[in-house]
């Protein structure tokens, strides 16, 4: 497959396991630059070097820090001015019981999820239409809809991110390296025109499970 991606810069948040790690291998495959990041140096190094085991001429940029915080994104923005493809993907969850639940804990899991991918956005996405060209992916939760019980406390959360689910049977949806086969839909960004939603399917990655992360369309990027 030839997504024609070489030359082109690609950032995938919170990429050192899972499905971040999947993308970014897949992008790497067809020639764009990757950047992985990860909140530890080790993490993101063994990252790179599970990347390169797949595709040895890959092109990878490492970056370190927690981007729930203002301060990593301005770093970022700052090492990174201009990308070309912005995946947000960076997300955590704990489960504990709602009284458990600090404000700082809420706070956290909202900084982490939905503000990250927020100000990554709002940096990048001006420099997208600037250039009439470019793709903005969020991934979210399934969760939000359908929700298991011990995650019930985090409902507001997950309704209160920016939601990408939506597909045939009106699911948010997470993909999960263990997780069955499940649907999700891209936001796309493709230069001055106005955002695009469609859904459509996204393969497992994990284990060598499927190969394709995104088609590029006459005006969209599409999972």
């Not at 030359?7 to 990429?15: E, R, Y």
């Not at 530890?40 to 040895?56: F, G, M, N």
């Not at 997208?128 to 011990?150: H, L, Q, R, T, Y």
């Amino acid at each position: 497959m030839d997504l024609q991606l070489s030359g082109k810069l690609a950032l995938v948040t919170g990429s050192t396991p899972g499905i971040g790690l999947a993308i970014g291998s897949a992008l790497a495959g067809e020639g764009a630059m990757v950047i992985i990041n990860g909140r530890s140096s080790k993490r993101v190094t063994e990252a790179i070097e599970k990347i390169r085991e797949q595709h040895p001429h890959s092109k990878l940029e490492a970056l370190i820090g927690d981007l729930s915080t203002g301060e990593a994104v301005q770093r970022t923005t700052k090492q990174f001015p201009d990308v070309d493809i912005l995946i947000n993907n960076l997300g955590v969850y704990e489960v504990k019981p709602f009284e458990g639940i600090s404000d700082e804990d809420w706070m956290a899991v909202i900084e982490t999820n939905f503000m990250s991918a927020v100000r990554l956005s709002r940096h990048y996405l001006p420099k997208m239409k600037a250039k009439d060209w470019g793709g903005i992916i969020f991934i979210s939760s399934e969760s939000a809809i359908n929700i298991p019980v011990e995650m019930n406390p985090l409902r507001g959360d997950e309704n209160h991110a920016t939601r990408v689910g939506a597909g045939p049977g009106g699911n948010d949806s997470r993909h999960e390296c263990d997780s069955q086969f499940r649907l999700a839909r891209t936001d796309a960004i493709r230069g001055s025109r106005a955002v695009h939603q469609t859904h459509g399917q996204v393969p497992q990655l994990c284990g060598g499970r499927g190969a394709r992360v995104l088609r590029k369309g006459p005006s969209q990027f599409t999972a």
